[in-house]
């Protein structure tokens, strides 16, 4: 196998504190060597070993490939009105979850996979290496099933969310449509998942149902995450910390208890600001979570309702400016805490034995990230050692 040897880098994010100075273990005058899709080598410029191939830095910053936890990207339509009408003030109550559940299920497996590429393509351009992908928007059996089958075509983190919200043809039977996303419609989409989510909210799904949704998923072996505590204070971080879900997302609506189940749990807080940004509704507060001592990851939330970005970048300038997060904790939040929110050891860092997804910015530093918000930073962007862009 051939090797690759990265240097010159002015700047190197390695999320490992053994490597270089803080939680990011930053390096200055750095150097690292890829192999077989690896990081084989972390170390100083100088003291780089010999490789096959030499990419030169020219002293910019090199950093982790961005770990996009939470993204709906299987759908299709548009709900520009939607956007338009919130943002000038006006009601708008034909929009919603539903106005894409139609266009969706109209939609061509192939139109499906084609629009599902293109956001995966637009967000790797930017430097996201790492993506989750829900369901959400069939809402039948054979709808979900075709979503996943899409999804996993993709990527190996896809999440069964049947329970998005209660089907149109079960509006008056909410109960008849968790029987059967926990019956049925699981059978179908198992087999095509790893986790298993729910929107726990006012107007979705309660507390009960909720439990009942994760808990028949656990049982076909998926991880429960949760849509938890967006628009109003619920029992979804309770509810997740309680069945050991890999994450809690969104948050924005926490008691001090939710806090502490948090910070006492290995349930990571994702939080989600496209999505607060995109609605103007209130940001969650990282500071709070963060000093609680909480693992906090930042996430697109990608979709075409609430939050229509691909970008990581723009998260973290948001996460910096609105929810109290150094530039520091929120690179970190985007890398390793997406991470951690998917269980992955082999993504979100520059360390030995790492998978080499990597990303170098036109920017001396990371900080950049926040410091120059809306601008086209990534430079190149490495896949398991693949130039990718």
């Not at 349930?267 to 000093?291: C, M, N, Q």
């Amino acid at each position: 196998m051939s090797t690759l040897l990265i240097t010159d880098i002015g700047s190197l994010v390695t999320n490992d504190p053994a490597h270089g100075t803080g939680p990011l273990g930053l390096l200055q005058d750095a150097a690292v060597v890829v192999e077989a899709g690896r990081i084989t080598w972390v170390g100083s410029a100088a003291s780089a070993p010999a490789a096959d191939e030499r990419y030169d830095a020219g002293g910019r910053a090199l950093l982790p490939g961005f770990v996009d936890s939470h993204a709906h990207l299987v759908f299709a339509g548009d709900r520009t009105a939607e956007f338009n009408a919130r943002m000038s003030g006006q009601s708008y109550s034909a929009g919603g979850i539903r106005t894409t559940v139609a266009a969706t299920r109209a939609a061509s497996d192939e139109e499906l996979d084609a629009n599902l590429v293109r956001f995966l393509d637009e967000a790797l351009r930017q430097g996201t290496t790492t993506v989750e992908c829900k369901s959400g928007y069939g809402l039948t059996v054979a709808d979900e099933a075709r979503a996943l089958r899409i999804a996993a075509s993709h990527t190996p983190e896809t999440t069964y969310l049947g329970a998005h919200v209660v089907a149109p043809e079960y509006a008056e039977d909410p109960a008849g449509y968790v029987d059967l996303v926990t019956g049925e419609m699981l059978d179908a989409c198992a087999p095509h998942a790893r986790w298993v989510d729910v929107f726990c909210e006012q107007g979705a799904f309660d507390g009960d149902q909720a439990r009942a949704v994760l808990k028949a998923g656990q049982e076909r072996g998926l991880i429960p995450r949760v849509h938890a505590n967006q628009l109003s204070y619920g029992p979804g971080v309770q509810l997740a910390v309680e069945l050991g879900a890999a994450s809690a997302d969104h948050c924005t609506h926490l008691t001090d208890a939710d806090v502490a189940a948090l910070a006492g749990s290995d349930t990571v807080a994702t939080l989600l600001p496209g999505a607060e940004f995109s609605t103007r509704a209130k940001y969650p507060d990282a500071r709070r979570l963060l000093d609680a001592g909480a693992t906090v990851a930042l996430s697109t939330d990608c979709n075409p309702g609430s939050s229509f970005t691909s970008s990581m970048a723009f998260c973290i300038a948001v996460a910096v400016r609105e929810m109290g997060m150094s530039p520091d904790e929120a690179v970190h939040a985007a890398t390793v805490g997406g991470a951690r929110a998917l269980r992955r050891s082999d993504v979100g860092g520059v360390t030995v034995g790492a998978r080499a997804d990597l990303q170098l910015l036109e920017a001396p530093s990371h900080v950049h990230l926040a410091y120059r918000p809306g601008v086209p930073l990534t430079a190149a962007v490495w896949r398991a050692g693949v130039r990718m862009a």
